[in-house]
């Protein structure tokens, strides 16, 4: 049962945009990545056959504890793949309804004209726009390592190193065992498309971290300094939580929150792995955490990603699904304007970052709008980041200063994000980066590592005569 439960799993995860299957399946824990990976894989083409069956079957309304994700594993291994090995209820459950699913296929063969299982399937679509050209960004753990440690370790394993990009066209030229260091980020390393680094000594150990770009820009501008108390609100799978462990030093709390226990124990060894310290998890959902706990009295910056639709994931179109439904989306924004306009409640916060893996406007900027007339001017959208070729979509005065991420624009998955500073009577203009990414930006350009000491100039030494 540990097998279908995984593969459920990781589903889920697609659909809420946690990631890519690989990053997925290999975060699960399952000891058997190939055989969860290839069930996985097969469900998701099979997916738009399975939902024909479980509707035609009534399946999901016969038996309504039974989980959907759960319902087309389970109905992929019993009608296309090798049979059933689980034991225990679902197997029973399963097995009780298989007349039924078979009577169902073979209308649906009948329907379509059609003799083989295969022949149930839509073309292959081709993948999304840019795709296939979007790299591997491994960034640095810099809690375990640094950037020159880890390039020399590349080198060794034959990789030749190209310096910091000077343009994304740059990026996109990679091939072969070539990487270089990103024209944006200062810890994020390049390297061609495809790149599998799953088995590597450096993932394994927590050195480095396999993440998007565009996914380690909302920990990279909210830029929390050493010692403060920062909010996650929607944390799990965890990696934008060990980024800002890394950006704070390990100096200071980071309160973590999502509401799937599982998730959460994924996430716990994966920041054990990273060697983050001075984390608190919690299964709750962020909706009912309550703003004037003393716990939180010191909350200073909070970072909310919350479920989205994922529509800017480049494997989306492995899951071949249509867009979502204007009902689907109006949903996900009532969810999300409420989640943003909770974060904002939190008495010390100073500075928010609001990120989506969404390219739909009601989820992006209708959102930051709506709750931005909601608080008055209690807090103002910032430009975090004014050399980011992507803005945001002319929806209102200032959403040019939200950032946008696209596979074709800036090689990353689609992404949305953006911050906010509370206001203060009196002060200055807040400045476009908090000082803590100045700084990071500042080292990037003089090379040097982030957290290194400013380059002293050489005396020049006199000669002894």
């Known amino acids: 049962m540990a097998l279908y439960s995984a593969a459920a799993a990781v589903l889920e995860g697609l659909e809420r945009g946690d990631g890519g299957i690989k990053n997925l399946v290999y975060n699960s824990r399952f000891p058997h990545v190939r055989q969860l990976y290839a069930l996985v894989s097969e469900t ?247 703003p004037g706990d003393l716990k939180y009295s010191k909350v200073t910056y909070i970072l909310l990603d919350p479920s989205c639709s994922g529509s800017g994931m480049v494997n989306r179109a492995l899951m071949e699904e249509a867009a979502p439904s204007a009902k689907r989306l109006q949903a996900l924004a009532g969810f999300q304007r409420k989640a943003l306009s909770h974060a904002l409640s939190f008495p010390a916060l100073q500075r928010l970052v609001y990120s989506t893996c969404s390219l739909h406007r009601e989820e992006n900027e209708d959102v930051v709008q709506a709750v931005l007339q909601e608080r008055g001017s209690a807090f103002r959208l910032v430009d975090p980041f004014p050399s980011w070729p992507c803005r945001g979509l002319t929806a209102f005065p200032g959403a040019e200063s939200c950032l946008r991420a696209s596979p074709v624009d800036t090689l990353t998955h689609g992404f949305f994000v953006a911050v906010l500073e509370r206001c203060e009577e009196g002060a200055a203009e807040p400045s476009s980066l908090p000082a803590a990414a100045e700084e990071n930006l500042q080292q990037a350009a003089e090379g040097r590592e982030p957290g290194a000491a400013p380059k002293k100039r050489k005396k020049k030494k006199q000669r002894v005569k």
């Open 44 to 290: 998701l083409r099979y997916s738009p056959v399975l939902e024909k069956l479980l509707a035609g079957a009534a399946l999901l309304q016969t038996e309504k504890k039974l989980p959907p994700q759960l319902a087309k594993v389970l109905v992929y291994d019993l009608l296309f793949g090798k049979g059933l090995k689980c034991g225990g209820r679902w197997k029973a459950l399963a097995r009780r309804h298989r007349a039924r699913l078979e009577a169902e296929l073979a209308r649906l063969k009948v329907q379509q004209k059609v003799s083989r299982n295969e022949d149930l399937l839509a073309p292959a679509r081709a993948a999304s726009p840019g795709a296939s050209q979007v790299p591997r960004y491994v960034r640095v753990n810099t809690l375990k390592t640094c950037v020159d440690d880890v390039i020399d370790f590349f080198k060794r394993q034959g990789y030749s190193y190209l310096g910091k990009a000077g343009s994304v066209d740059e990026l996109r030229a990679l091939s072969g065992k070539k990487f270089a260091l990103d024209l944006h980020l200062p810890e994020l390393l390049v390297f061609p498309p495809q790149t599998d680094f799953h088995d590597n000594l450096l993932y394994t150990s927590g050195h480095i971290i396999l993440q998007d770009k565009a996914s380690c820009l909302p920990a990279f501008l909210l830029a929390p300094t050493a010692g403060s108390h920062v909010i996650d609100a929607c944390a799990a799978p965890g990696n934008k939580t060990s980024h800002l462990a890394a950006i704070m030093k390990n100096k200071g709390q980071i309160f973590a929150f999502d509401v799937d226990t599982k998730r959460l124990a994924t996430m716990n060894t994966m920041l054990m792995r990273a060697g983050v310290t001075g984390f608190q998890l919690t299964q709750q959902d962020f909706l009912t955490v309550d």
